[in-house]
Every structure is written in structure tokens, then in C-alpha cells.
């Protein structure tokens, strides 16, 4: 899995009343091998700006679980505050929610980052509105009601795994933003034969929806998407 490539089948674009409907076919799979992960992606442009995104996701039978599932946004260092409404303040994945509780929290990027002894994926929230905005308070909200993994930081997950030790890693130049169906605990990264499935994205079929919605803070009131 961590040798997946991304191959787009095909694109096909419609309009249908007020709306441009995008749709794709997508294969997720290793260079010389079968595909391993199946998608058909719907993208939803409204008049708005509105952007709404549907994955039907079929996996094969004989992948034990995902790591993760979801779709990767990056912007400008200068979107840099973060505001959700969902579980908080601190860091939290599905097996490991003891410490934070449901309600609306600000934060920012750089707060979000967690300093482990190794570096690594973090500062994972669950969550149902998670916004990334600049110091003008302008900037992209992402709903889904049902919830989902979120997460913004300065780095990419190629950036963090790339060394060992925190003070190796690079500065980063963007916000890169996270936006999961799911992510499987952390249990798995470490003792993973050890594992709770119960924790683990297991599904071989799921669909996974996301809104994104251009905001300004100052005139539009946050908590209105729930």
C-alpha cells in the first residue's frame, strides 16, 4: 500500500441546470499490479462556489485494512488559523479519544502539529466542520455531517516520514490539509499484529461525501453548516 499510484480512467463533464457535474473513474494500485482500490468520483460545482465531492470506493478482498481514505488539499502557508467543530482540543483518532470531548475549537496550523519522539503522522481530529482560514478570516470550510478525520499541517506525510527526528524535518512552505473517511487507529502503526480490527477502515465497500465551501469568518457564522 505504500507503493500506490494513481491512475485516472476516464473524465467525463456535464451540465445539469445550475450545476457542472464532474465525473471520473480512478484506480489506486502498485506499478505492475492489479488494481487494489476502485473509485468512482463525483464533483458537484454549484453557484455558489460550493464544491461538493462523492467517492464510491470499492476495495479488494484481500486487503485486512486501509490505513487511511481520504483526499489531500494544499494551500498557501498563509491559511494558517483552523476553527472545527467536533472533537477537542488535542489530537484524537478512533482509538484514542479518552482526553477530548465534543464542541467548536480554534486552533492553528503549527498548534496542530504534535512533537513526537519520531516524527509521524498527527494532530488528527474527528470531526464535522473543519475550516482552514488566513488572517483575514477568509478561506475553505469542509462539512460533513455524518463526521470524518481532519487534520492541517505544515507538512505532508512524505515530508514527516522522511527522517527520524524532529529537528531533521524541513520547513514547511505549504498548509497541507487532510480531509479522511477515515483514518485505522493508531494501534496499527505500532504493534500491528496486535491490532484491534474494531479500530481498522475494514470496509471493502464505502461511500465517502465532503463539502468545501469559500468562507469569510467575519460575515458567515460557522456553526449555521451543522
Not at 484481500?62 to 472545527?84: A, D, H, M, T
Given at each position: 500500500?505504500?507503493?500506490?499510484?494513481?491512475?485516472v480512467?476516464n473524465i467525463?463533464?456535464?451540465?445539469e441546470?445550475?450545476?457542472?457535474?464532474v465525473?471520473?473513474?480512478?484506480?489506486?494500485g502498485a506499478?505492475?499490479?492489479?488494481?487494489c482500490?476502485?473509485?468512482k468520483v463525483?464533483?458537484i460545482?454549484?453557484?455558489?462556489a460550493t464544491?461538493?465531492i462523492?467517492c464510491?470506493?470499492s476495495c479488494?478482498k484481500?486487503?485486512?485494512y486501509?490505513p487511511?481514505?481520504?483526499?489531500r488539499?494544499y494551500?498557501k502557508k498563509?491559511?494558517?488559523?483552523?476553527?472545527?467543530?467536533?472533537?477537542g482540543?488535542?489530537?484524537?483518532y478512533?482509538?484514542?479519544?479518552?482526553?477530548?470531548?465534543?464542541?467548536?475549537?480554534?486552533?492553528s496550523?503549527s498548534d496542530?502539529w504534535e512533537?513526537?519522539i519520531?516524527?509521524?503522522e498527527?494532530?488528527n481530529?474527528?470531526?464535522?466542520?473543519?475550516?482552514?482560514y488566513?488572517?483575514?478570516?477568509?478561506g475553505?470550510?469542509?462539512v460533513?455531517?455524518?463526521?470524518?478525520?481532519?487534520s492541517a499541517l505544515?507538512?505532508s506525510?512524505?515530508?514527516?516520514?522522511?527522517v527520524?527526528?524532529?529537528?531533521l524535518?524541513?520547513?514547511?512552505?505549504?498548509t497541507?490539509?487532510?480531509?479522511?473517511y477515515?483514518q485505522?487507529g493508531?494501534?496499527?502503526?505500532?504493534?500491528?499484529?496486535?491490532?484491534?480490527l474494531?479500530?481498522?477502515l475494514?470496509?471493502?465497500?464505502?461511500?465517502?461525501?465532503?463539502e468545501?465551501?469559500?468562507?469569510?469568518?467575519?460575515?458567515?457564522s460557522?456553526?449555521?453548516y451543522?
Amino acid at each position: 500500500l505504500d507503493r500506490l499510484n494513481t491512475d485516472v480512467r476516464n473524465i467525463n463533464v456535464i451540465e445539469e441546470g445550475d450545476k457542472i457535474v464532474v465525473t471520473s473513474s480512478v484506480t489506486l494500485g502498485a506499478s505492475g499490479e492489479l488494481p487494489c482500490v476502485w473509485l468512482k468520483v463525483k464533483h458537484i460545482i454549484l453557484p455558489d462556489a460550493t464544491l461538493k465531492i462523492v467517492c464510491n470506493v470499492s476495495c479488494q478482498k484481500n486487503i485486512p485494512y486501509l490505513p487511511r481514505f481520504g483526499i489531500r488539499f494544499y494551500c498557501k502557508k498563509e491559511y494558517s488559523q483552523v476553527e472545527y467543530y467536533g472533537y477537542g482540543p488535542f489530537e484524537n483518532y478512533i482509538d484514542k479519544r479518552n482526553a477530548v470531548y465534543m464542541g467548536h475549537f480554534t486552533s492553528s496550523v503549527s498548534d496542530m502539529w504534535e512533537n513526537n519522539i519520531i516524527p509521524m503522522e498527527c494532530g488528527n481530529r474527528f470531526v464535522k466542520l473543519g475550516a482552514v482560514y488566513n488572517q483575514d478570516r477568509m478561506g475553505l470550510l469542509f462539512v460533513n455531517k455524518n463526521g470524518f478525520d481532519f487534520s492541517a499541517l505544515p507538512l505532508s506525510t512524505e515530508q514527516i516520514e522522511s527522517v527520524e527526528h524532529c529537528h531533521l524535518l524541513p520547513e514547511g512552505t505549504d498548509t497541507v490539509i487532510n480531509v479522511d473517511y477515515m483514518q485505522s487507529g493508531v494501534g496499527a502503526t505500532f504493534e500491528e499484529e496486535r491490532f484491534n480490527l474494531n479500530f481498522a477502515l475494514t470496509e471493502k465497500e464505502f461511500v465517502f461525501e465532503t463539502e468545501l465551501h469559500p468562507i469569510s469568518i467575519d460575515t458567515t457564522s460557522f456553526l449555521q453548516y451543522l
